[in-house]
């Protein structure tokens, strides 16, 4: 069987308009090459998604490495801003351009050829998985999520997992991460009583109470951060009241607060600080309140360790760099695998993702395939 070409595959995979939550026949893709090179395939559906699991050697192995990564893409605005189509994968002076090129139809196309070689040339002791997930851009609520059930209910195990993700921010290979910052969105509704703004003592004008609640969250100092982490961050991302008129006092108005929190805190103790500074303003101003709150994700960290030091080592003999151990940035899927094995992420340069023209450079899927290649050897040495 001929390496797999994991630009030719990345193509394959660009050309599939699987904008969350469709498929198009990305996955299909990836199970044909899958099941063709001996891997056991099986698909973990669930809500509408598709979510395709692989593994090559025996199940249960004490040495199961695993890769995990998506094939949804977020949507791609107004198609007229693209200079280049799309979905069509188009090379041009060696950028490849299109959506999910980046994030992350690259990273698996970078996998799935490593390891299908790997198990062609190499059969290795133990055991490779791939988790393949087409909810990770959405809510991700039937996705990896679903995948873990998948492992669970039929006594699937990894040892360890990467995430391809792009981790880089500007150089390839110049960043792992380790762990991810939690994350939390908290909607705040207050509400008072309407009434003519000549005479506010008859009316409860609601925005006083938010504005100094909007206040005291912001103002607060969550941490000065934690061993692995930065300190924890608190946005105010909006404030509405919908009130046309200047001689009114409105009845309500709204608010929501974002929180990217390291592990000095979790969901239900930030969940709580908030009520309780809530309560503080409903006694002080006599408004009453509404609140929702969607955590997103805990904090985790993979401290440094065998993992870590083998994607590193990896990395720096593949591109030169000593790569930085990250907590940084957003959400991923990791946050789901954390309480199934250890987990890191490392991938492309992220510079595009997400943006019209989002691009990748050839050479770095190659080079990407070269790494996760050679941690596969080093793994299963």
Known sequence: MADVDPVDL????????????????????????????????????????????????????????????????????????????PFGAEIKDGIMYGRGTTDMKSGVAAFAAAAVDFV?????EG?????????????????????????????????????????CPDQMGEMIKIGRRGSMTAWIRVMGKQGHSAYPHRACNPLPALARLMDRLARHKL?????YFDPSTLAIVTMDTGNPATNVI???????????????????????????EIARVETEFGVKTELKIKISGESFVTPPGPLSDLVATAVKAETGLDPVLSTTG???DARFIKDHCPVVEF??????MHQVDEHVEVAH?????????????????
């Open 10 to 85: 990345t193509a394959k995979l660009v050309r599939c308009a699987s904008v969350t939550p469709a498929d198009d026949g990305a996955l299909d893709v990836l199970h044909d090459l899958l099941s063709g090179a001996g891997f056991d395939c099986a698909w973990a559906d669930r809500g509408g998604i598709r979510n395709l699991f692989a593994r090559w050697g025996p199940r249960g192995h004490a040495r199961t490495f695993g890769f995990n990564g998506h094939t949804d893409v977020v949507p791609i605005g107004q198609a007229a801003d693209w200079a280049m189509p």
């Open 120 to 124: 062609t040339h190499r059969p290795p």
């Open 127 to 167: 055991a490779i998985i791939l988790t393949i997930t087409g909810d990770e851009e959405g809510d991700a609520t039937d996705g990896t999520t679903a995948l873990l059930a998948h492992m669970a209910a039929t006594g699937e195990q990894m040892s360890v997992c990467l995430v391809g993700e792009p981790t």
């Open 223 to 227: 941490d000065d951060g934690t061993d």
């Open 250 to 276: 409105p009845a309500a108005c709204s608010a929501a607060v974002n929180i990217r929190f390291n592990d000095a805190h979790s969901g239900a103790s930030l969940s709580t600080w908030i009520k309780e």
């Open 330 to 332: 957003g959400t991923s």
């Open 347 to 352: 991938g492309l340069v992220g510079q595009s």
């Open 365 to 381: 899927i190659r080079q990407l395939k070269a790494i996760y290649a050679r941690i596969l050897a080093e793994y299963f040495a």
